[in-house]
């Protein structure tokens, strides 16, 4: 597996809680940015499909939408800001999301 296929496959597995797979996309991005517009554009492309899956698993409200939210996600990547990735998701309002 090439180092930029490592930033996702924490999007591979179903299994994975959309929380947990954002908090490990961010991480291995930390340690390796994807500079490469079009990597950039299918890393969105595979969370924006994540956070569709998170809305079927009510992990997200039903009124979210996945391709701002995964926009926002990259976006806050390529900014440098990593660890505030996870949160321009997940925290799209208080009360709108999943009771934890």
Excluded: C, Y
């Amino acid at each position: 597996m090439s180092v930029d296929e490592g930033v996702f496959e924490p999007l591979r597995g179903k299994r994975r809680a959309v929380r947990q797979a954002l908090v490990e996309v961010a991480e291995r991005w930390t340690r390796h940015p994807l500079r490469d517009a079009a990597r950039q554009a299918a890393l969105e492309d595979a969370i924006r499909h994540l956070l569709r899956r998170g809305q079927i698993r009510h992990e997200l409200p039903a009124g979210a939408d996945p391709s701002a939210l995964a926009r926002a996600f990259v976006e806050a990547l390529v900014a440098g800001n990593a660890a505030t990735a996870v949160e321009a998701v997940l925290g799209i309002a208080p009360g709108d999301g999943p009771s934890r």
